[in-house]
């Protein structure tokens, strides 16, 4: 019996370091950008938020060797210079579309500073856009904030909901004129599985009588697919679709807030090694819903692993997405 357990603990410890081993060197991550996708994008503009890490940063590097001409909205310019002094370095190497302007910006990456915890920052970022940008093609909505402690944005909401909802709410609103004179186009919205387990509590709204931060983070991924399907609602007939995606569990540092004692860290880093998507095969199902001719016409629906997947009830409600677009339009100050 004893034999057998430490036979069986041995074996999960081995498949656990070859599955790790294969991950580290790369092996079987899936891309949709090579072969007949390599021009997909060109001529096209894409706006990508919190670009300079993780996902976001996977996902441009994947859509700039697409040839689109990538716009960065990042909170902090300096590590978004570095993010793009590396994303630059690798299209070299992979043999992109030279960096810097031509004709149609191919492979062009675009700095612009957004902190969507600051409804302030989201307007000067729009006005930018606006008197800056001829064209947009896809807006990705993508920055996040995951389980952080109570604290509120600039404007005095939950710091998860403001920044994963409120922030995004405000900005595409705001750009949706450029996108519907750039039609056909599309808004890609990077929510989670965990909207699952949120709930949208119009009462407190802003956690003053609780808060719970896996609770909060789950709320605001629920509000980013109502969001999507009441936009898609309001969009028909424009040629801008919007599509909301859930991109599995990914190796990156959006849990830089959850506390993992240090004797254990060595092993959550080996098990994500193992069983976590890497952020180029997490960005798949983004860089999918921004660019594949499949997806042309179609809006509201929700994916992962770039097929369209079913969603709970409660996040099909249509009465409760009407009631949070309202509310969310007061939140943020849009006067009708
Ligand atoms: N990593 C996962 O397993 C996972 C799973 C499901 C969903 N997601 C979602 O994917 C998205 C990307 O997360 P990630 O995993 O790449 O983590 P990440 O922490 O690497 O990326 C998040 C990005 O958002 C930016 N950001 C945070 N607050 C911001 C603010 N106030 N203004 C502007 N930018 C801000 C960060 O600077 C960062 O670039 C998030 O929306 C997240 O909820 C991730």
Not at 95 to 109: K, M
Request: some cysteine; aromatic content about 6%; glycine content about 10%.
């Amino acid at each position: 019996m004893a034999v057998a357990t430490v036979a069986a603990l041995l074996a999960a410890l081995g498949g656990t370091l070859w599955l790790a081993a294969r991950r580290f060197v790369g092996a079987g991550v899936q891309r949709l950008h090579g072969g007949g996708n390599a021009g997909l994008m060109h001529g096209k503009t894409v706006l990508i938020t919190g670009a300079n890490s993780g996902l976001g940063r996977a996902t441009a590097a994947e859509l700039l060797r697409m040839g689109a001409r990538v716009i960065m909205g990042c909170r902090d310019r300096a590590r978004a210079e570095e993010a793009a002094g590396q994303l630059r370095r690798d299209l070299r190497q992979a043999g992109g579309p030279e960096p810097g302007p031509d004709a149609c910006g191919a492979g062009e990456l675009v700095i612009k500073e957004l902190d969507l915890a600051s409804l302030r920052s989201v307007r000067a970022f729009c006005q930018e856009m606006l008197q800056e940008e001829p064209r947009l093609d896809v807006l990705i909505n993508n920055a996040g904030i995951f389980q952080c402690p109570y604290t509120k944005t600039e404007d005095g909401f939950e710091m998860q909901f403001g920044v994963n909802h409120l922030g995004h709410f405000l900005l595409t609103n705001l750009l949706l004129g450029l996108l519907k004179s750039s039609a056909p186009s599309r808004v890609v919205v990077v929510s989670s599985k965990l909207y699952k387990y949120g709930d949208i509590n119009f009462e407190d709204l802003n956690s003053e009588q609780s808060y719970n931060k896996s609770f909060c983070y789950s709320r605001s991924k629920l509000a980013n697919i109502l969001f999507t399907r009441e936009l898609a609602r309001r969009l028909e007939g424009t040629n801008v679709t919007v599509n909301v995606l859930h991109p599995g569990i990914v190796r990156t540092n959006l849990g830089r807030h959850i506390h993992i004692p240090l004797l254990v860290k060595p092993l959550f880093n080996l098990l994500s090694w193992a069983f976590f998507k890497s952020p180029v095969e997490g960005a798949q199902t983004s860089v999918y819903l921004a660019s594949s001719p499949e997806v042309e016409g179609v809006s509201g629906k929700y994916f992962g692993d770039c097929k369209e997947e079913e969603l709970l009830p409660k996040a099909m409600d249509e009465s409760v997405a009407r009631k949070l677009w309202d509310i969310s339009e007061v939140m943020v100050g849009i006067l009708k």
